[in-house]
C-alpha cells in the first residue's frame, strides 16, 4: 500500500498542478509527498514536521538572499554567487539546530537551494518564494491525508488477540521478517489490543523481537507473569512460595542437579543459580549473563524471597528421573511442572516448575477483564498452547492477523445479519 499510495500522491501532486493552472513547479510536491508517505502514520507526521520546519528556514534565508542579490548586480551568475550560497548552508543548518529541529536541517538546505538556483531575476521574488513554499506544503498535506486513508472500513478493536512466536524467535522457521514487523507495528498503531504468550523470560521476549512493543503486558513465562515493557513493570505475577521453595531447591540439590531460581524483586528479575558443571549449563549462562535484561547472582537465594520459577538443564536420563522423584514427592502438591528435550544440547532436557496457577488462560482472563475486551483469539508457529489457529510461519500468523483485525468485524456483522434472516 505504501508503494501505491505513492505512485498515487505524485500523481494528485500533478492533478493540482493543473488545478492552479499550471502555477508553481509540481516537482517539489513529488519530493515532498514521496517522501512523507511513510510504512506507519507517526512516521508520516514526524516526517510532514520536519519537512513544514525545513520549508519555512529554507524558505526564508532564500527570500532573504533574493533581496540582497537584487541590491547587488554584480553578482550575477558568478563564482561568487554560488561561493555565497554554499556558505549560507552555515546559517540556516545551526539555525536548525539552535530550535532544536536537527532533523529538518536536510529539508531547509534544498529548500533554501531550490529558490537561490533557480530563480531567474526578473520574477517578483516574493510570488516565487511562496510559490516554492506552496508546492512543497502542497506535497506534505497530500502524504498526510493518504497515510490516514483507510480502505479497511472499520477495525476490531473490541478482540484481544494473542500470538505465540516461540519457534520463529528460537530460529526454527523463517523468523520475525521485516515484513511482520512492519505489519505488526501497523496493527499496534491502529489500536489494535494485541499482545504474545511465550515460554521465554522477559529478557528472553525483548531479545527475540527487540522492534516489537505491545502496549499490552505479554504472557511471559508460559502464564507465571504478565510483563509490562513499557513500563517494565510486572502487573501480575503467579509465585511459589519461600517456604516451599526451599523443600524444592532441597530435594533437587539432594539428586545432584543445580537450579536456576528465578525472583521478582521490587520488578527487576534476578536469577541465582548454583555452581556451573554442565556444558549446557555453562553454555546457557555464558550466553544470557551479558544481556542488560538479565541479573544474575552466583550465590544462595534468600530464603524469605517468593519465587516465580525454577529451571534445570542436564542429561535427559537425570531430568526423567527427577521430574518421576518429584510427582511422587509431597514437593509436588501447588506445582506446574514443564520437561521437554533441548533442541540446542543433544542428550540434554529442561525442566520448569512453577506455581499451579500460572496458566495462560488465567493470565488471559486478567487481560480481559483489564481491557474490557469481548473475546479472545489466540494464534500460533507450535502446537505447545491449543490455539485458535497455527501456521508454520511467523509471516503466516501476522498475515491471518491482519485479515482478522481489517475484516472480522466486517464479517462478524455478514454472519450476524444472515443469522437473523435465517431466524425470521
Known amino acids: 500500500m505504501r508503494i501505491i499510495k505513492s505512485a498515487l500522491g505524485v500523481l494528485i501532486c500533478f492533478a493540482i498542478y493543473f488545478i492552479r493552472g499550471k502555477q508553481g513547479t509540481p516537482f517539489y510536491s513529488a519530493l515532498a509527498v514521496l517522501w512523507c508517505i511513510q510504512n506507519q502514520t507517526k512516521n508520516t507526521v514526524g516526517n510532514a514536521l520536519q519537512r513544514t520546519v525545513g520549508t519555512g528556514i529554507g524558505a526564508a534565508y532564500g527570500l532573504v538572499y533574493i533581496l540582497v542579490k537584487q541590491e547587488i548586480s554584480v553578482l550575477g551568475d558568478s563564482f561568487l554567487h554560488y561561493c ?207 544481556s542488560p535484561y538479565r541479573n544474575y547472582l552466583n550465590k544462595e537465594r534468600p530464603k524469605d524471597h517468593p519465587v516465580v520459577y525454577m529451571m534445570c538443564v542436564d542429561e535427559t536420563r537425570k531430568i526423567e528421573q527427577l521430574v518421576e522423584d518429584i510427582k511422587r514427592s509431597d514437593i509436588y502438591e501447588e506445582l506446574k511442572i514443564l520437561s521437554y528435550p533441548s533442541d540446542d544440547y543433544e542428550g540434554f532436557s529442561y525442566i520448569k516448575i512453577y506455581n499451579k496457577n500460572a496458566s495462560v488462560q488465567n493470565m488471559t482472563d486478567y487481560l480481559m477483564n483489564m481491557t474490557g475486551a469481548m473475546e479472545t483469539v489466540t494464534l500460533g508457529d507450535n502446537d505447545r498452547n491449543r490455539t485458535d489457529y497455527c501456521f508454520a510461519e511467523c509471516d503466516q500468523i501476522v498475515r491471518k492477523l491482519h485479515h482478522l483485525f481489517y475484516f472480522r468485524r466486517r464479517e462478524s456483522a455478514y454472519e450476524q445479519c444472515k443469522s437473523a434472516k435465517a431466524h425470521r
Open 84 to 290: 555565497i550560497i554554499s556558505l549560507a548552508l552555515i546559517p540556516i543548518i545551526y539555525t536548525t539546530v539552535v530550535i532544536k529541529q536537527k532533523k529538518a536541517s536536510y529539508f531547509s538546505c534544498v529548500v533554501f537551494l531550490s529558490i537561490v538556483v533557480n530563480h531567474l531575476m526578473d520574477e517578483n521574488p516574493y510570488i516565487f518564494v511562496a510559490n516554492r513554499s506552496l508546492d512543497t506544503l502542497i506535497g506534505i498535506f497530500v502524504g498526510l491525508v493518504l497515510n490516514s486513508v483507510c480502505i479497511h472500513g472499520e477495525y476490531d478493536r473490541d478482540t484481544l488477540f494473542i500470538a505465540d512466536v516461540d519457534r520463529a524467535m528460537d530460529g526454527l522457521s523463517t523468523g520475525i521478517t521485516p515484513f511482520s514487523q512492519i505489519m505488526i507495528k501497523n496493527m499496534l498503531e491502529k489500536g489494535m489490543q494485541l499482545t504474545f504468550m511465550t515460554l521465554r523470560t522477559p529478557a528472553g521476549f525483548l531479545e527475540g523481537m527487540p522492534d516489537i512493543k505491545p502496549k499490552l503486558p505479554i504472557i511471559a513465562m508460559d502464564g507465571a507473569i504478565l510483563y509490562d515493557i513499557k513500563e517494565n513493570r510486572y502487573p501480575k505475577v503467579y509465585v511459589i512460595s519461600a517456604e516451599h521453595a526451599c523443600n524444592i531447591e532441597n530435594f533437587i540439590r539432594s539428586r545432584g542437579v543445580n537450579i536456576f531460581t528465578t525472583i521478582i524483586l521490587e520488578d527487576v528479575l534476578i536469577i541465582y543459580y548454583d555452581e556451573l558443571k554442565n556444558t549446557a549449563e555453562k553454555d546457557i549462562y555464558g550466553k544470557m549473563h551479558k
